[in-house]
C-alpha cells in the first residue's frame, strides 16, 4: 500500500508571533503549490502563533495545515495553563504531536497522559485532529539492546483500549532521543528497523490492513542532507522536523524530497 508522506515541522518552543508569520510567509514562498498535491505537509508552532501561521497559509491558498505541540484531554475547566482539542479545532488545528520526548523528560508526561490524550483526539471524527504519537528511545536503552521491545511497548500504551477505527488516522513518529538535536542522525536502516517494528506492533494491536496505511515518521537531526535515504527507507512514511524547520528553506527541500 502505498501512503501519502507527511514532512510536519516541530518548531518547538521558537518564534514571537511576528517571527512567525514571517518565517510562516518564507515557508509559503518556498513552497510550489502542486506539491502539496503529493505531500501533506504541517507546521505545529507554539499556541500563541497557531491562529497567526494558519492565517498565512490560508491567505496564500497553500494547503499546509497547522499543528499544536500538546494538548489536555478535558474539554475544558479549571486546568489553569491548559489548552483543549475544542479551542485547537476552532484554531483549524488538523495535527497535534503528543507525548514528545521532551514533555516525557522536562514534564513529567507519562505513558498514560499520552493515551489520555491520543484517546480524545482520536474520539472526535468531524474536522479530526490526528495526533502524531512520538515514541523513541534513550541511548542507554540502545545500548541495552532493547530498544525494539521498548518502542513496541510505548506504542502499545499509547493506543491501549482504541480501536482500529479510532486509530486509522493517527500517525506514529520514531523519534530516538539520542537523534534529537544533536545532530546524529539515526542512520537509514537502523530508522527502518525500529518504525518496521512499529508497524508490526500496529498490526498486532489493530490489524494488519489498519496497520498498512498509518503513517509511521522518523524525527531526529533530518535535514536536506540525510532526507532522501531516510525517506526511501519502506516504512518510512515522512519526517518530524526539529531545527531544520525552523529555516524555510531546508524545511522546503525536505519536503521535495518527500515528492
Ligand atoms: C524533534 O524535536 O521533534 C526533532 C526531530 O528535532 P530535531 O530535528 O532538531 O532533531
Redesign the pocket.
Known sequence: MSRRPLIAG?W?MNNTISEAVVLAQEISNEMEPDWLDHVDVAVCPPFTDLKPVWTVFDFDHLKVAVGAQNVYWEPSGAYTGEVSIPMLREIGCRYCIVG?S?RRELFGETNEDVNRKVAALVAERVNPIRPIV?VGESLAVRDEGTYLEYVAAQVKAAFAGLDANDAADAVV?Y?PIW????GRTAAPEQAQEVCAAIRAQLAELFGEECAQGMRVLY????NEGNASLLLAQPDIDGG??????LKAKSFAAIVKEAL
Do not use: D, P, Q, R
Open positions: 516541530n518547538k514528545h521532551e512520538c513518529a523519534e537523534a534529537i538535536g544533536t524525527g531526529g537531526s533530518m518530524l522536523i526539529g531545527g531544520a524547520s
